[in-house]
């Protein structure tokens, strides 16, 4: 599924202020929402026959300069818009600059459109096809499976494809998510590998929102429960693994799942070079902590190697960092080999210090090889292997 990204007009800590919880926490729970619900009564809201006032009042909050004060009128005058009335502001939306120009108010009028009456929402976009980009039927598709995920799927499901009833899915699968991840993972656990719940963009918004509101742990939980379904679907599997290394990378906070990955190397879905880039981006910058990381992703279940040890070893070739790392590890599985490609990292610039580290290997086979390899010049640091290159 094509996406297509919105402006970011102001920071996230706004978002969370002003919209967290919007629907998830402002709305019922699905056992007792209504599928339609009436209008609020709160003090203060316009009635039917203030319907002008509440247009004249969303066109007023459009026009606030400060994005947290516009947010925050745009949320009253949607919760204080019937169903009916929902289409007019849709009209004033548009006419302010839509989603190029209120992003975040754009995808939070299409939330609670599809909250409060997503057939009508639907109905709407399916007359406008200008308005379909930016993934519209999702947002609806976010409204109705925060308030009842259930019918939305069972709608989805008895709709004939294509349809906007398919590009609403991975919205609706966000809202169940948010509501019950446990239940929407057995749902898409239970569809079939060509059901809409699992397009790509699915397994992105499930990964997501978990990561968001649970942390890193329990997403790569998630990751490893969906792994039973990659025989019939093997996509869906390594789409959502190389989703989740994208995370990884993006949260430069949060620890490398080096215990994660070790058990996934040699899985189907594994690819080195994504692993690499996920290495270089989290640890790069220190070579303990690079080193850390391999360490702690254990060997290969078939090769018994560990993941591009002496590649890194070689490339960096850093005495200090690497040095230290190697000298307070000398009881680590492949001291030897990361010895090794030590000595022969530093044969071209410290041939001394190149055969200190040939000293340090213990099997006498290997130790005898790195030595006549050091005093040769020969040191076969030409014959690594890099990640998607080789």
């Avoid at 996230?12 to 629907?23: D, E, H, N, P, Q």
């Avoid at 990964?207 to 742990?217: D, M």
């Avoid at 090769?303 to 002496?310: A, D, H, I, V």
């Avoid at 490339?315 to 080999?337: C, I, M, V």
Wanted: aromatic share 10%.
């Amino acid at each position: 599924m094509k996406r297509h990204t919105l402006p970011l007009c102001w920071c996230a800590s706004v978002i969370l202020t002003f919209a967290g919880g919007y629907l998830s926490g402002n709305e019922a729970s699905p056992a007792t929402k209504p599928s339609k619900p009436s209008k609020p009564a709160l003090d203060g809201a316009p009635d039917k026959a203030g319907e002008s006032a509440l247009i004249t009042r969303m066109r007023n909050a459009l026009a606030t300069p400060d994005p947290a004060a516009r947010l925050s009128a745009w949320l009253y005058c949607l919760d204080h818009a019937a169903p009916e009335d929902l289409a007019a502001a849709e009209a004033v939306l548009e006419a302010a600059g839509g989603a190029e120009a209120h992003g975040w108010e754009w995808i939070l009028f299409w939330r609670r459109w599809g909250n409060r009456d997503s057939l009508a929402a639907l109905e709407f976009l399916e007359k406008n096809p200008a308005l379909q980009r930016f993934s519209t039927a999702s947002e609806v598709g976010y409204g109705w499976g925060n308030r009842d995920p259930k019918a939305a799927m069972q709608w989805v499901n008895s709709q004939a494809a294509p349809s906007l009833a398919s590009e609403m899915v991975p919205g609706v699968m966000k809202g169940w998510t948010e509501l019950n991840a446990e239940e929407a993972t057995a749902f898409l656990l239970a569809s079939k590998p060509e059901s809409p719940a699992r397009d790509s963009g699915v397994s992105w918004e499930m990964l997501r929102t978990i990561w968001q509101k649970e942390g890193a742990p329990a997403t790569t939980r998630w990751f490893e429960t969906i792994q039973k379904i990659h025989a019939t679907d093997p996509g869906f599997v390594t789409s959502s693994f190389r989703t989740l290394q994208d995370m990884y990378v993006r949260s430069a906070d949060v620890p490398f799942p080096g215990e994660f990955l070790g058990t996934q190397q040699g899985k189907p879905w594994w690819d080195d070079e994504p692993v690499d880039r996920l290495l270089r981006n989290t640890c790069w910058k220190s070579p303990e902590r690079l080193l850390d990381a391999v360490a702690a992703m254990g060997p290969h279940p078939d090769t018994g190697k560990y993941f591009q040890l002496e590649y890194y070893i070689q490339l960096r070739n850093d005495e200090e960092g690497t040095g230290r790392w190697l000298k307070s590890h000398t009881d680590f599985p492949a001291y030897d080999q990361a010895a090794a490609a030590m000595a022969r990292s530093r044969a071209s610039v410290d041939a001394a210090a190149a055969a200190e580290w040939a000293n340090t290997i213990k099997d006498e086979a290997l130790r005898r090889k790195v030595r006549a390899q050091v005093q040769s010049g020969e040191t076969g640091s030409g014959e690594i292997s890099i990640p998607g290159l080789n």
